[in-house]
């Protein structure tokens, strides 16, 4: 995206600034880090090809975004693939589209008030939600890393990881994910079947901690065959 010049921008603390737009250090912090997440995703194999997405809110009233762009190799993703975004999930700044799945981001940032969402597409998660999916979730309790995910103090938490059926329709899914998150409060993240992992955080490190753990904790259960049905 093109950079817009920074001098004379007002301190204002995540909302619009006097001149209309999001403070561009907002915007560009948020760029890099999202970046800079994403390829650390896809050198563990989380986010291979162009698979995946991540977006941060960087204003609140009105909602705004910094979301991947859509069809880029995570390899190689840097700050010129991010946009910035409205709720709506229409460009604001930037050159590209977010992906058709920014509509899950909005869902989730709208449901939550989650400052981050990151959405990975792993061989453990695509595994686990197939063998799952007639349960509609997976329940992972007794795990030491469980303590890893924000306000569990304990390896007894029980977490339950619902399994939404996959679908191209993402104002039907959207609708869905919203409704799955009213009824599961306190939940870390969701699978979508055959597909991935979403999960969010109130900052972006927070989001990416989600991400690691709820990913080593779907590895391990996968790999050690405990929900077979
Ligand atoms: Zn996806």
């Not at 008030?113 to 997976?138: C, D, I, K, N, P």
């Not at 869905?176 to 998150?181: F, K, S």
């Not at 709820?214 to 405990?226: K, N, S, Y």
Request: proline share 2%; charged share 20%; no cysteine.
């Amino acid at each position: 995206m093109k950079k817009k010049k920074t001098a004379g921008a007002v301190a204002t603390g995540g909302r619009l600034s006097a001149r209309g737009d999001v403070r561009r250090e907002d915007f560009s912090a948020a760029a890099a880090l999202l970046a800079e997440i994403g390829r650390g995703f896809y050198a563990r194999g989380w986010v291979l090809g162009t698979s995946g997405n991540f977006s941060a809110v960087i204003s609140r009233e009105p909602l705004r975004f910094a979301i991947t762009s859509t069809g880029v190799d995570k390899s190689t993703l840097n700050a010129s693939h991010i946009l910035e975004m409205d709720e709506s999930a229409r460009v604001v700044q930037g050159n590209g589209r977010p992906s058709a799945e920014a509509l899950l981001h909005v869902a989730i940032v709208r449901g939550l008030g989650a400052g981050a969402v990151l959405h990975t597409h792993s061989v453990w998660t695509t595994v686990l939600s197939r063998m799952h999916a007639a349960q509609g979730g997976v329940a992972i309790e007794g795990y030491e890393m469980l303590k890893g995910l924000e306000g569990v103090r304990t390896h007894q938490h029980r977490e339950w990881v619902p399994i939404l059926e996959n679908s191209q329709d993402m104002d039907e899914l959207s609708g869905r994910v919203a409704t799955t998150l009213r009824q599961n409060p306190g939940i870390h993240g969701f699978l979508l079947g055959e597909h991935g992992l979403y999960t969010w955080g109130s900052n972006l490190q927070e989001a990416k901690r989600h991400v690691e753990i709820l990913e080593f904790l779907m590895e391990v259960v996968t790999r050690a065959g405990a929900g077979r049905v």
